[in-house]
Nanobody, 123 residues
């Protein structure tokens, strides 16, 4: 089992940057593909970015492509989401998730989830 803890959220002005981190417990972190999702009240959880086991393959939602970067450090059991040029529509609770099988856009395919970190972008 993997436990995930997100950090790095906060309040930022439009155009600003934040770096989210997700620390994973256990010694099997490198065997999981990782993803970031976000959710606002009343809406479905939305895919943001994903990364494969060794970081060589990444996926991004069209809405964040060119602004967000996902990366991982397997030695530190941590996955990151660097968010630049933030927009008010990026406001959401951001969740990281672990997938035992493969890199994926679908939240249904992820096995473990963190509790989330709030990101608020003011205009």
């Amino acid at each position: 089992q993997v436990q995930l803890v997100e950090s790095g959220g906060g309040l930022v002005q439009a155009g600003g940057s934040l770096r989210l981190s997700c620390a994973a417990s256990g010694r099997t972190f490198s065997t999981y593909a990782m993803g970031w999702f976000r959710q606002v009240p009343g809406k479905e959880r939305e895919f943001v970015a994903a990364i494969n086991l060794n970081g060589g393959v990444t996926y991004y939602a069209d809405s964040v492509k060119g602004r967000f970067t996902i990366s991982r450090d397997n030695a530190k059991n941590t996955v990151y989401l660097q968010m630049n040029s933030l927009k008010p529509e990026d406001t959401a609770v951001y969740y990281c998730a672990a997938n035992r099988l493969r890199i994926s856009h679908s939240h249904n395919e992820y096995d473990y989830w963190g509790r989330g970190t709030q990101v608020t972008v003011s205009s």
